[in-house]
């Protein structure tokens, strides 16, 4: 007679219940609702915003951070990138490159101009992304390599449970 | 963010205690968690920043830790529930210290959208220490089989006497 391991007996009664069915719909419910909320609520002035409604948002201090570059550096400021669009800045900044990426703080002036208050070049952001992807695979892999889908309970068990 | 190099190895060091062992790879995962479900979305579609702010905040990943945890099985869960959220709480930790030019995260959202920093450095300066990280990380793990070795030696038994 063969004999289930102990490990296999207690999956079959580990599966999926109503009550982790209820707690797995509850976080999701919770997941959207907070992403909702921060999408909603979020008090922060952006570019887009300015651009779309260059009227409203006339002499407004904003901050310019989301993926924005340099397209062009000129005599009293440079040209700003961000998701596609372009935009005077007027302002002192030091040693800026095209391709840079930026963070900034600058009043808004219609109908479509920055006033620079404060800059930080993010020297190095490219590199940062791309070198982050190497502990990513790393950790995946250990992942992978420390747990395995338990179909019959459909989870994540570890692949070596003896391990301390 | 500092670069994922530092998050990790800060995470390799802080996770050398035994108590550690079964729940590595997940306590690293817990690590790199709050960049991994947040900045690919606006890396990839600047567009969605405005739900990246709402990610990379401690509810909303504490929300996360919870759902991903429910994946496991039931003997695990409880584990991997604490570890998870004891990466997610270091990756915060070394996030706070960070400056930005302007806002920097939403450490309260959803109650308030007020944000606070430490501001030792900017978010790419951890990346110049990356060769530093990687030697601490190297060298750690030389002692460690080194040690493993010596114990392994010393736990050899001695031949007895007369068969020689």
Request: net charge positive; hydrophobic share 50%.
């Amino acid at each position: 007679m063969k004999f289930l391991p102990e490990e296999s007996t207690n999956s079959l009664c580990t599966s999926w219940s109503p009550r982790r069915i209820l707690t797995v719909f509850g976080l999701l419910i919770l997941i959207v609702g907070l992403l909702w909320y921060g999408k909603a609520k979020n008090p922060t002035i952006t570019l887009q915003m300015c651009l779309a409604a260059p009227q409203r948002y006339d002499g407004s201090l904003i901050e310019v951070g989301t993926e924005a570059t340099v397209a062009q550096v000129i005599e009293d400021g440079f040209i700003l990138r961000q998701m596609g669009k372009l935009v005077k800045v007027v302002g002192k900044a030091n040693d800026l490159q095209v391709g840079e990426f930026v963070g900034l703080l600058a009043v808004f002036h219609r109908p479509g101009l920055l006033e620079l208050k404060k800059i930080h070049v993010a020297k190095n952001r490219r590199t940062k992304i791309w070198v982050s992807v190497i502990p990513l695979v790393m950790v995946l892999l250990f992942c992978i390599r420390q747990y395995r889908v338990d179909f019959r309970q459909l989870g994540l068990t570890e692949r070596n449970p003896c391990r301390t | 963010m500092p670069d994922l190099i530092t998050h990790t190895a800060v995470a390799y060091l802080a996770s050398r205690p035994r108590s550690f062992a079964r729940y590595r790879a997940v306590f690293y995962l817990g690590t790199i968690l709050p960049d991994l479900i947040s900045r690919p979305l606006y890396i990839i579609k600047p567009e969605l920043f405005v739900y990246a702010a709402a990610i990379h905040t401690p509810v909303f990943l504490i929300v996360s830790c919870l759902l991903l945890a429910e994946l496991f099985a039931e003997k695990l869960r409880s584990g991997v529930r604490l570890f998870l959220l004891a990466g997610v709480g270091l990756h915060l930790c070394l996030d706070l210290l960070q400056r930005h030019v302007a806002s920097g995260y939403f450490w309260l959202f959803p109650f308030s959208w007020q944000s606070f920093e430490v501001g030792l450095f900017w978010p790419e300066t951890p990346l110049s220490l990356a060769p530093l990280w990687i030697g601490s990380v190297l060298l750690t793990e030389v002692i460690i089989r080194l040690r493993k070795l010596k114990v392994k030696s010393g736990s050899t038994p001695e031949p007895k006497a007369g068969f020689h």
